[in-house]
Each structure stands twice: as C-alpha cells, then as structure tokens.
C-alpha cells in the first residue's frame, strides 16, 4: 500500500514539474530581454532557466514553444539560441561558454538532430563535425585535435559505422 502511495506522489510532481516545466513568467519580469514572438505566441522564462514564446493549441489551455529560445548565463552572456516550431526544436541551436564563445551548434527538425552537428574548442576551432538524417548519423564524422588536425573520421550510413580511419 505505501508503495502504490509512493509512486502515486512520484507521478503526481513528476506531472507538476513536466507542465511547469515551460510555464515560466511573464515577458515584463524576464529583465527586460525581448524575443520577436510570431503573431499568436507570447513570450514567456527568465534569462537563467530561457526566455521562449509560448502558443495556446487547445481549448483547455495547453501551451507549446512556439518561436525563438534564448537563455543567459548568470553574468548575462547568451548560454543559448534557438527556435521552436509548433513545441519541437527547430533549426539552428548554439550553445555558448560563460564567455561567449561558441561551443557547439546544432542543427534539428521536429526534435531530431537533422543536418550539421559542430562542437567546438575554447579556440574557435572545430572539435567533432557530424552530419544527420532524421536522428540518425549520416555521412562523415571528422574529430579534430586542438591546432586544426584530423584524428579520426568515421563514414556512417542510416546510423551505423560504415568505415572508419
């Protein structure tokens, strides 16, 4: 019985925290930063946890993503960048250090990793670079050393090493 009691809590705040988890605040209270919502969305986060644009799809009031993503480091540098299209990443994602310097970009659609993935050294200079199709690597995968040379490149096909070196 306490078992059932205690899962039953579990699912309850695990349920809380999944439809609060994009309820943010109010655009006036997120310091001022302002995101180009598409018509019909309003913005809605903070700088820490991410500033988003939110849409109404039904009747009961459930919100998705809709629009730009952005979110701040504590010093106020842009931690990240990023779209949403109808609840799911979209585009271009990029990631920044506490610096503002470029760590990573990623490229998605309906939440797939779908195009160029690129992770980058504190340098600027590439670290892995990766292409994907629907979620799945495809083509070649390079790996690079810190000054700029290659040290492993992987061929992949629907996800799976195909030839490497």
């Known amino acids: 019985m306490q078992t059932s009691k205690l899962i039953g809590v579990l699912f309850l705040g695990m349920s809380l ?3 609060t988890a994009f309820a943010g605040e109010p655009a ?28 109404t799809v039904s009747a009961d009031g459930y919100n998705v993503p809709h629009g730009p993503y952005s979110a701040y480091h504590e010093g106020g540098k842009k931690s990240v960048d990023g779209q949403y299209v109808d609840g799911f990443r979209s585009g271009t994602w990029v990631y920044y250090d506490k610096s503002g310097n470029v760590t ?41 050393s810190e000054d700029g040379k290659v040290v ?3 061929h992949y096909q629907d996800g799976r090493e195909v030839a490497a070196k």
């Open 17 to 19: 925290g999944a439809s």
């Open 104 to 144: 990573e970009k990623i490229q998605f659609s309906r939440e797939n990793y779908n195009g160029k993935r690129e992770q980058f050294f504190a340098n600027g200079k590439p670290r892995l670079v990766e292409e994907y199709v629907a979620g799945k690597r495809q083509g070649l995968t390079q790996e690079f």
């Open 28 to 55: 006036n209270k997120a310091a001022g930063i302002k995101l180009n919502c598409p018509a019909g969305s309003s913005q809605f986060g903070n700088a820490a946890d991410g500033l988003y644009c939110r849409k």
């Open 152 to 154: 492993r490149q992987t």
